[in-house]
């Protein structure tokens, strides 16, 4: 038994080498002097400075952020009220509708850029044909270049709002499928109980509902949250002229590759590292102090 | 009243029918048209503007779809391979560890999967980190004096090798926190019934643990094959030009220099029937559907 116990671990090890061993070199070489990631050529804070002074990562990073955080916002309040619709729904109507809000989290990344691409563009097509150009306008653009990048004057284009509609389209799923569980969860009685003390819907809803289903809430904009901030391959195919952090360095990586690259990384890995430490010691302490408790 | 509430989920069904399913039905419109049919749109019979030959040029890219099977495939069987172990002798630890390790293994998955995918790109380069260190210990010059070649470095990147390296490096997470999901909520009287009657511990995990743990597993395949056979990323960053995957294929009609998003729908098309199909064989097995839904 104690033999396959140092078995295990030893494996579990070597796969934690393997996952950490790339991330770990990112962190060292975002120190490093040199132009390289393979030569050592002593400490230096330099791709630091350089990150901060370049302003198209930085403008990157901005509306990597920006986007994210509407988006999550966004997806959260309609996701919510959505999966309290369903929760009042009839199964015959619900189960459809469920089964569609799978699409975009089951359905491969790519397909689903490129479905909201060709909408988009097709969309935006019929825009410009028609108020600009009239009917015949429309067959013209969609011919013509999917990304446009100078709009002629009163063109409308693909853009943050087209990346911001994108990204709450695969984010509200993820809110509703981390809400519904906890509404099953709730006990009914409880609004009726607040009912019959006197509520209004709207209070019963504000001071019962919310509270009990909080933690889904929660939850739920955290995931979307993270999607947004990881996503490449949707946001790829929908931002035309706006760029996210991925975006930029899928770009940079085809053409020149620049340490800057691994001083992101480091800050970002910083960051994450940081937040689950606070989140993990928060609810031990928590443990710990209902362990107490009892 | 409980009708007055399902109200609240009108306004997504509708951004729903507006934002995933026109798109879908779009694709599927673009893939069986081209720009010389719709240009003709109101000339010609509009039974004659729908037309196959999108699928039918899919022909002259049998290598590429082979390939992308190929090496979804050969990384699902890796993850697996590497991924069943793993959640098998974490679901066997104390619970304090069992959620360290859980956090382990999802803290890389917070990084951009392109950053570290960029990682690699420096460790399999020629005179990347891993050939410097061959080098280094002298592994170049034995096997040059035993083999008498003149070798200084082992070829890794812009390898099928390294893409599915890059595969099994992204998405073996994916396998994992399935497989360990099921596992851990295994009824254990189960695994002591199975002992009581006789059975040694090969054959425990043989008729009792795996068939029990195979809801997961599948859920585990489905998400590392879907986006194996669809990613460009990665096959673009470790494979270099001579390993284009579907997903590159896709992604060249549509932002790239061989732009026809009419081709490219049509492969699209091809792809969400692979997803379909993933996702019928899941749920024809049941359970697993849920973890997956969360990831």
Redo the contacts between chains.
């Keep these: 038994m104690r033999r396959y116990r140092i078995g295990?671990r030893f494996?579990?090890a070597l796969?934690?080498l393997?996952?950490?061993?790339?991330?770990l070199?990112?962190v060292v070489?975002s120190f490093n002097d040199a132009n390289s990631?393979?030569v050592w050529q002593g400490f230096s804070l330099r791709w630091y400075e350089e990150l901060f002074r370049d302003r198209q990562i930085m403008g990157a990073v901005y509306n990597t952020l920006l986007v994210s955080v509407l988006a999550t916002a966004i997806s959260t309040v309609?996701?919510t009220?959505?999966?309290?619709?369903?929760?009042?729904?009839?199964r015959r109507?619900r189960d459809p509708?469920l089964t569609?809000?799978?699409?975009?989290?089951?359905?491969?990344?790519?397909?689903t850029g490129?479905?909201?691409?060709?909408?988009f563009?097709?969309v935006i097509a019929g825009w410009n044909g028609v108020v600009v150009e009239g009917w015949n306008g429309f067959?013209t653009y969609?011919?013509e270049?999917?990304?446009r990048t100078l709009p002629r004057m009163g063109e409308v284009n693909m853009g943050f709002t087209t990346l911001l509609?994108a990204h709450i389209?695969f984010d509200?799923p993820y809110v509703?499928?981390n809400v519904l569980p906890k509404l099953r969860q709730m006990d009914r009685s409880l609004i009726d109980a607040a009912q019959d003390l006197g509520c209004t819907?709207m209070q019963a809803f504000r001071k019962v509902v919310i509270p009990e289903i909080k933690p889904g809430i929660v939850s739920g904009a955290l995931i979307a949250f993270?999607m947004s901030v990881?996503d490449?391959?949707i946001s790829?195919?929908t931002a035309g002229s706006a760029s996210t952090?991925?975006i930029e360095?899928?770009g940079m990586?085809?053409k020149r590759?620049s340490p800057e690259?691994n001083a992101?990384?480091t800050l970002?890995?910083g960051v994450?590292?940081v937040l689950?430490i606070i989140i993990?010691v928060r609810e031990w302490r928590l443990e710990k102090r209902q362990t107490a408790g009892t | 009243m409980k009708n007055k509430i399902a109200w609240l989920s009108a306004p997504y069904v509708l951004w729903m029918a507006l934002v995933v399913v026109a798109p879908i039905i779009m694709v599927v419109f673009y893939a069986f048209t081209t720009a010389e049919g719709l240009a003709q749109w109101g000339e010609i019979p509009i039974t004659e503007i729908f037309t196959l030959d999108n699928f039918a040029r899919m022909g002259t890219y049998t290598v590429i779809f082979a390939r992308s099977f190929q090496l979804a495939l050969v990384a699902t069987i890796v993850c697996l391979l590497l991924g069943y172990p793993l959640a098998y002798v974490m679901a066997k630890e104390g619970p304090g560890f069992q959620r360290m390790a859980m956090v382990l293994i999802m803290l890389p998955m917070w990084v951009n999967f392109l950053l570290r995918t960029y990682a690699w790109m420096a460790i399999l380069e020629n005179n990347g980190i891993l050939n410097n260190f061959f080098e280094a210990i002298g592994l170049f010059d034995l096997i040059n004096r035993i083999f008498g070649t003149d070798l200084t470095y082992f070829r890794m990147i812009r390898t099928q090798g390294a893409v599915v390296l890059g595969m099994v490096y992204n998405y073996l997470p994916f396998m994992v926190l399935p497989i360990y999901s099921v596992i851990i909520k295994l009824d254990h009287s189960l695994l002591e019934a199975a002992r009581d009657l006789g059975a040694n511990s090969a054959q425990v995990f043989r008729k009792v643990i795996f068939p029990l743990s195979l809801p997961g597993v599948l859920s585990g395949v489905t998400m590392v094959f879907v986006p194996s056979v669809s990613t460009f990323a990665i096959s673009r960053m470790l494979g270099g030009n001579n390993q284009m995957l579907l997903g590159n294929l896709i992604e060249q009609q549509f932002l790239g220099g061989a732009y026809n998003p009419y081709l490219g729908s049509a492969i699209a098309l091809v792809m969400m029937i692979i997803v379909i199909v993933c996702m019928v064989v899941m749920n024809h097995f049941g359970e697993g559907e849920e973890q997956a839904v969360m990831l």
């Design positions: 295990s494996y579990m796969i934690f393997f996952l950490y061993a790339p991330i070199l990112l070489f990631n393979v309609v996701g009220f959505t999966a309290v619709g369903l929760f009042g729904m009839r109507w509708i569609v809000n799978n699409i975009p989290i089951m359905n491969a990344d790519i397909v490129v479905a909201l691409c060709i909408f563009v097709t067959v969609l011919e270049n999917f990304r509609l389209s509200i509703i499928l819907w993270t990881d490449f391959v790829y195919f952090l991925s360095i899928y990586v085809r590759v690259l992101v990384s970002l890995f994450v590292l689950l993990n």
